[in-house]
């Protein structure tokens, strides 16, 4: 496989859960949650970076250091009249 081939992103979705935010990747077998948003993120960042601790990134289909890509879901915020 070519590196122009390997995706340079990782895609995770965060999403509202009944008690905590939940992310999950997309690319890579990863899900973890948080209180916060930016809790969050950081459990989303070192749970990645641990599932690819000595592992070859194109194995995944994924380019060397690869950057995390999140959507997040959020509600609409109610206007008031």
């Known amino acids: 496989m070519f590196?122009?081939?390997l995706q340079h992103?990782?895609?995770a979705f965060?999403?509202?859960g009944e008690a905590h935010y939940v992310a999950e990747c997309l690319?890579?077998?990863v899900v973890t949650q948080g209180k916060?948003?930016?809790?969050t993120i950081a459990n989303l960042q070192?749970?990645?970076a641990l599932h690819l601790e000595g592992e070859d990134p194109a194995e995944f289909?994924?380019?060397?250091?690869p950057t995390l890509l999140i959507t997040?879901?959020?509600?609409p915020v109610a206007r008031v009249a």
């Open 61 to 65: 289909g994924l380019a060397p250091n």
């Open 72 to 75: 997040m879901e959020l509600e």
């Open 9 to 11: 992103t990782i895609k």
């Open 36 to 39: 916060t948003l930016d809790e």
């Open 46 to 48: 070192e749970a990645v």
């Open 27 to 29: 690319e890579v077998a």
């Open 3 to 5: 590196t122009s081939d």
């Open 14 to 16: 965060i999403r509202r």
